[in-house]
């Protein structure tokens, strides 16, 4: 069943608007792009005993679907995301696919998973936008049964992916309203720090936490990269608001600033990355 939860807090904000949009415009990229990291997610959650698995943050559905095709009929995928537009584009998906997957628009900080609901819970990238992370972490524990294995990817910092930071340094000369990187708060580097993890896992009642270092090339084609960096994010989210002169300056310079990452007619960069398991 496909549930609908309503939330109101600035994530919700610019993942029902701009962002979540511009994720579902791009999803054929991304997918390939973050194709590497799917294995591990679904080789964990096809481990675990029960086969019901949570994704959380689960975007437009790619890492639900996976492990959904992967457990078959034995198992059941609930994939869950603040999201309208993606969790929409997730739905469509799993129909046109056949595939029995279901997806909840909420925010899984808050949400009323039932009690020891899932066997499995894993995340592509999708929990390091929570306001509360220890708060987040408890409801996603109390979703999940005694003994339920954890695991999700997260990226480590920016100055380990320098391609996910590439074009709002390029762009900042001629945009001063460009918004500065966080690494304190909500966003994409706020698991960066691997202490911080463990602490927020341990506080919210994991156990057994482990973190390793993953390194994946990624790929994408050179000619979807314009699309990339003008869509997606920081500079994705203020580009559109700049008059066509400033505009058409932003992309011929952020273009050339990514030119160490392009090989002929393809872009690849290393995707610096935490592997993290924990016990419920």
């Known amino acids: 069943m496909d549930v609908t939860h309503s939330t ?41 005993h029960g086969g019901r698995v949570l994704d959380v ?10 492990v959904a095709r992967r457990l078959g009929p034995a198992g059941h995928c609930v994939g869950v995301d603040i999201s309208e ?13 056949g595939t029995p997957a279901s997806f909840i ?18 995340s592509r990238f999708g929990v390091m936008f929570f306001d509360d992370p220890v708060r987040a972490f408890a409801n996603l524990r109390r979703a999940a049964r005694d003994g339920a294995g954890l695991r999700f990817i997260a990226w ?39 202490a911080n993890i463990h602490r927020i896992l341990e506080e919210s009642g994991w156990s057994g936490v482990d973190i390793r270092p993953i390194d994946e090339e990624c790929t994408l084609p050179e000619r979807e990269l314009v699309g990339y960096f003008t869509r997606l994010g920081p500079l994705g989210q203020v580009l559109p608001d700049a008059d066509e002169q400033t505009r058409s300056r932003i992309v011929e310079t952020v273009r050339a ?24």
């Open 257 to 280: 600033a990514f030119e160490p990452f392009v090989h002929g007619t393809e872009v690849r960069f290393t995707g610096a990355c935490w592997l993290v398991d924990a016990r419920a």
């Open 85 to 97: 537009p993606v969790i929409t584009a997730a739905r469509e998906r799993a129909e046109r696919e």
């Open 105 to 122: 628009r909420a925010d899984a900080a808050e949400h009323p998973f039932e009690p020891a609901a899932f066997d499995a819970v894993i």
């Open 8 to 48: 109101n807090d600035e994530q919700a904000t610019r993942w029902n608007g701009r962002a979540g949009h511009a994720w579902v415009d791009a999803q054929a990229v991304l997918d390939q792009t973050l194709k590497a990291f799917e294995g591990p997610l679904v080789e964990a959650a096809a481990a675990e």
């Open 156 to 194: 480590r910092g920016p100055a380990e992916n320098p391609f996910m930071t590439t074009a709002e340094r390029a762009a900042a000369p001629l945009l001063p309203s460009l918004p500065a990187r966080r690494t304190d708060g909500p966003g994409q580097f706020a698991f960066g720090d691997s």
């Open 57 to 66: 943050g689960c975007g437009t559905g790619g890492t639900t679907l996976a």
